[in-house]
Protein backbone atom coordinates (compact mmCIF):
# COMPACT_ATOMS: atom_id res chain seq x y z
CA UNK A 1 0.00 0.00 0.00
CA UNK A 2 2.56 2.00 0.92
CA UNK A 3 4.71 1.87 -2.86
CA UNK A 4 1.06 3.68 -4.36
CA UNK A 5 1.46 6.52 -2.42
CA UNK A 6 5.15 7.00 -2.65
CA UNK A 7 5.06 6.90 -6.86
CA UNK A 8 3.96 10.44 -7.17
CA UNK A 9 6.53 11.66 -4.05
CA UNK A 10 8.75 9.86 -5.91
CA UNK A 11 8.20 11.37 -9.41
CA UNK A 12 8.28 15.18 -7.66
CA UNK A 13 11.67 14.62 -6.48
CA UNK A 14 13.01 12.93 -9.58
CA UNK A 15 11.52 15.84 -11.32
CA UNK A 16 12.68 18.15 -9.34
CA UNK A 17 16.17 16.98 -9.22
CA UNK A 18 15.58 16.92 -12.96
CA UNK A 19 15.19 20.42 -13.15
CA UNK A 20 17.66 21.44 -10.66
CA UNK A 21 20.28 19.98 -12.56
CA UNK A 22 19.08 21.86 -15.45
CA UNK A 23 19.60 25.00 -13.84
CA UNK A 24 22.88 23.75 -13.45
CA UNK A 25 23.83 23.35 -16.48
CA UNK A 26 21.91 25.67 -18.56
CA UNK A 27 19.70 28.17 -16.31
CA UNK A 28 17.55 30.08 -19.44
CA UNK A 29 16.43 26.57 -20.42
CA UNK A 30 15.50 25.86 -17.07
CA UNK A 31 13.91 29.02 -16.47
CA UNK A 32 11.63 28.84 -19.81
CA UNK A 33 10.49 25.51 -19.12
CA UNK A 34 9.79 26.70 -16.13
CA UNK A 35 7.61 29.20 -17.55
CA UNK A 36 6.40 27.66 -20.39
CA UNK A 37 5.22 24.67 -18.29
CA UNK A 38 2.06 25.89 -17.26
CA UNK A 39 0.77 26.60 -20.83
CA UNK A 40 2.12 22.83 -22.10
CA UNK A 41 -0.38 22.05 -19.07
CA UNK A 42 -3.01 24.05 -20.38
CA UNK A 43 -2.68 22.83 -23.81
CA UNK A 44 -2.50 19.27 -23.20
CA UNK A 45 -5.70 18.88 -21.10
CA UNK A 46 -8.38 18.43 -24.33
CA UNK A 47 -6.02 15.72 -25.41
CA UNK A 48 -6.45 14.20 -22.33
CA UNK A 49 -10.18 14.32 -22.05
CA UNK A 50 -10.34 12.86 -25.65
CA UNK A 51 -7.74 9.88 -24.06
CA UNK A 52 -10.98 9.54 -21.19
CA UNK A 53 -13.58 10.10 -23.72
CA UNK A 54 -12.24 7.26 -26.02
CA UNK A 55 -10.98 5.36 -23.21
CA UNK A 56 -14.26 5.21 -21.62
CA UNK A 57 -15.71 4.82 -24.73
CA UNK A 58 -13.88 1.44 -25.58
CA UNK A 59 -14.77 0.14 -22.19
CA UNK A 60 -18.06 0.42 -22.64
CA UNK A 61 -18.44 -1.38 -25.94
CA UNK A 62 -16.29 -4.71 -24.20
CA UNK A 63 -18.76 -4.69 -21.42
CA UNK A 64 -21.90 -4.40 -24.23
CA UNK A 65 -19.89 -6.63 -26.56
CA UNK A 66 -19.15 -9.31 -23.85
CA UNK A 67 -22.46 -8.93 -22.25
CA UNK A 68 -24.57 -11.81 -23.76
CA UNK A 69 -21.61 -13.99 -22.88
CA UNK A 70 -21.94 -12.89 -19.17
CA UNK A 71 -25.67 -13.43 -18.92
CA UNK A 72 -24.62 -17.13 -20.05
CA UNK A 73 -22.15 -17.24 -17.04
CA UNK A 74 -18.90 -17.02 -18.76
CA UNK A 75 -16.51 -15.54 -16.52
CA UNK A 76 -12.83 -14.07 -17.83
CA UNK A 77 -9.99 -15.73 -16.42
CA UNK A 78 -7.48 -14.35 -13.96
CA UNK A 79 -4.55 -12.70 -15.69
Known amino acids: MS ?3 CEPVMNTLIL ?3 WL ?3 VLCWPLALLALVLWP ?3 LVSLPFRLIGITFSAMFAFLSALLTLP ?3 LGWRPHAA
Open 16 to 18: LLA
Open 21 to 23: VLL
Open 39 to 41: LVW
Open 69 to 71: ARL
Open 3 to 5: GIV
